[in-house]
């Protein structure tokens, strides 16, 4: 059998993330278009934004998951990190809807997951996490199930990027929910 040594996983990895990230470009472009002007918002974000999205994302999913299974792993806890960051990029707009929102934030997640999970599990055997068993599995490393269900955790995803935006100042009263007036 041709490419035994696991050349093919990693070639139909490949493409498969190819296909994954432009999906998710034109997601995200029909994510962030402005409806009325129609053209993409133009957003000025300092990277401590992003780095302090990253550190929290690294930090809580790491704690989810040693409540929840016991145990993490690093690879997890990076994935955790930049996936938070990417949702805070997604939230920072003002014409994402919460709707609009989980899904680019699912689709994006599954794309993340997908590459990790073929680096940890297929190439290197860490044997991280195994969907084998779940339906409408891609190699066993997505699922149509996870994907809804990073659907539902961005919405308290999308509420944690607001308050972090809050944080840093940069309260936009059109993107910011009734929750943000001052007592």
Not at 32 to 59: C, D, H, I, W
Not at 118 to 132: A, K, L, Q, R
Not at 145 to 164: E, K
Request: contains cysteine.
């Amino acid at each position: 059998m041709p490419y035994s040594d696991g050349r093919l996983e990693i070639c139909i990895s490949i493409q498969l993330f190819r296909i994954i990230i432009l999906l998710c470009n034109s997601i995200f472009r029909i994510c962030y278009v402005n409806n009325t002007k129609k053209e993409p918002e133009v957003l000025t974000m300092n990277r401590s934004q992003y780095f302090f999205a990253f550190l929290m994302g690294f930090f809580l999913y790491s704690l989810v998951e040693i409540a929840g299974r016991g145990y993490t792993h690093w690879t997890m806890s990076l994935t955790g990190g930049l996936v938070l960051a990417l949702l805070y990029h997604i939230n920072s707009r003002d014409t994402v809807t919460l709707i609009r929102s989980c899904f680019a934030g699912a689709i994006a997640i599954t794309a993340i997951e997908f590459p990790v999970g073929v680096f940890d599990n297929i190439i290197m055997h860490w044997e991280v996490w195994d969907y084998s068993e779940v339906p409408f599995n891609l190699l066993g490393q997505i699922c149509l199930p996870f994907t809804c269900y990073w659907f539902v955790l961005c919405i308290p995803a999308r509420f944690l990027c607001r308050r972090i935006m809050r944080q840093f100042g940069d309260q936009k009263p059109s993107a910011l929910s009734s929750d943000t007036s001052p007592t």
